[in-house]
């Protein structure tokens, strides 16, 4: 039986093979697929974030690269500057209440942020796995956010919430469990919930081209079915969604260097995590848990291939 440093993945090694089978040709990863493994590493991502903010961290000046919660947070607050959500209205005579969604929200994180910074917001969040829903309730009513806050469990390509009601949404790595490079299932459905005007903020990795390096497409494969999202979205591609979808004001910011610091803690974490885990197991992880393990250590080595992935903050105006 495989252990984490023994993962059940290997290149594939056919005679006479010269490239690495792309995303697509691999084993599709279905939304059970995604659903599983959320629901069985959901205790796991304490050891990152005690407060669940399931994503890399944003540095700034000012800000410890060794305490990695804070630059957390601040990821939570860059997503709420890139919703522009502070800016006047037309007519607008006082403050009014202003709903935003989070598309893929995991435990909520993001959310919790901006409405404990925001006493004029409020907010939904979308995911489809049930735990970490009961993650965000005991959360909110810690922080004190729990009356503004409301969690929906949906596929966030289909949410049934009502359209063009929204002041803001943002996908922080989680567009990336839409199907397909261009993830056009989730753009439409950001396209329809937002009012028009409002801001669409989306964080994630991102593919520079549609066929990567040999190496770095067999990479991006072990990663990809490691955390069980079917592809990255090809930057170009997503861009051209955006657009046809009904946005405007499509603007791409590299993030590579922002997150950097919070991505040099894993080595240390996904390790003593590791050792850890398998001591208390007796050497037996599940394979979602010893496949979350590998992926932390893949999601460092993919930023290196600079030609082939980025992480990127991409924002959009709901035109209109």
């Known amino acids: 039986?495989?252990?984490?440093?023994?993962?059940?993945?290997?290149?594939?090694?056919?005679?006479?093979?010269?490239?690495?089978?792309?995303?697509?040709?691999?084993?599709?990863?279905?939304?059970?697929?995604?659903?599983?493994?959320?629901?069985?590493?959901?205790?796991?991502?304490r050891a990152w974030s005690p407060s669940y903010n399931m994503?890399?961290?944003?540095?700034?000046?000012g800000l410890n690269p060794l305490r990695r919660e804070g630059m957390l947070v601040e990821m939570n607050r860059a997503v709420g500057r890139a919703l522009?959500?502070?800016?006047?209205?037309?007519?607008?005579?006082?403050?009014?209440?202003?709903?935003?969604?989070?598309?893929?929200?995991?435990?909520?994180?993001?959310?919790?942020?901006?409405?404990?910074?925001?006493p004029s917001l409020y907010a939904v969040t979308v995911t489809n796995v049930p735990v970490q829903n009961s993650i965000a309730v005991r959360l909110d009513a810690g922080a004190g956010v729990a009356d503004r806050m409301a969690h929906l469990e949906a596929d966030y390509t289909r949410t049934g919430l009502p359209s063009a009601q929204a002041d803001g949404a943002w996908?922080?790595?989680?567009?990336?469990?839409?199907?397909?490079?261009?993830?056009?299932d989730f753009v439409r459905e950001a396209a329809r919930l937002l009012k028009p005007g409002a801001r669409l903020a989306v964080v994630d990795g991102?593919?520079?081209?549609?066929?990567?390096?040999?190496?770095?497409?067999?990479?991006h494969r072990l990663w990809a079915d490691s955390w069980a999202v079917p592809t990255l979205a090809v930057r170009g591609d997503f861009v051209e969604a955006l657009r046809s979808n009904g946005f405007e004001e499509v603007e791409v910011q590299s993030l590579r260097w922002r997150v950097a610091p919070s991505a040099l803690h894993i080595p240390a974490l996904a390790t003593r995590f590791a050792l850890t885990e398998l001591w208390k197991a007796r050497g037996r992880l599940s394979p979602w848990r010893r496949k979350h393990i590998v992926a932390s250590y893949c999601a460092l080595v993919l930023g290196l291939f600079w030609r082939d992935f980025d992480y990127c903050m991409v924002t959009a105006k709901r035109s209109g």
Not at 85 to 108: H, K, M, N, S, Y
């Open 55 to 61: 994503h890399f961290g944003f540095w700034r000046l």
């Open 1 to 45: 039986m495989p252990n984490v440093f023994q993962p059940d993945f290997c290149a594939p090694r056919t005679a006479g093979a010269t490239e690495i089978p792309s995303p697509e040709a691999a084993s599709p990863i279905t939304k059970a697929d995604t659903q599983d493994y959320f629901t069985e590493v959901a205790d796991d991502y």
């Open 206 to 219: 991102f593919l520079l081209r549609p066929q990567p390096g040999r190496l770095a497409g067999w990479l």
């Open 171 to 184: 996908a922080v790595e989680s567009a990336c469990y839409a199907s397909g490079t261009a993830k056009a």
């Open 84 to 118: 522009k959500l502070d800016e006047p209205e037309p007519a607008q005579e006082a403050p009014r209440r202003r709903c935003v969604i989070d598309l893929g929200c995991g435990a909520g994180a993001t959310a919790r942020t901006l409405v404990g910074d925001d």
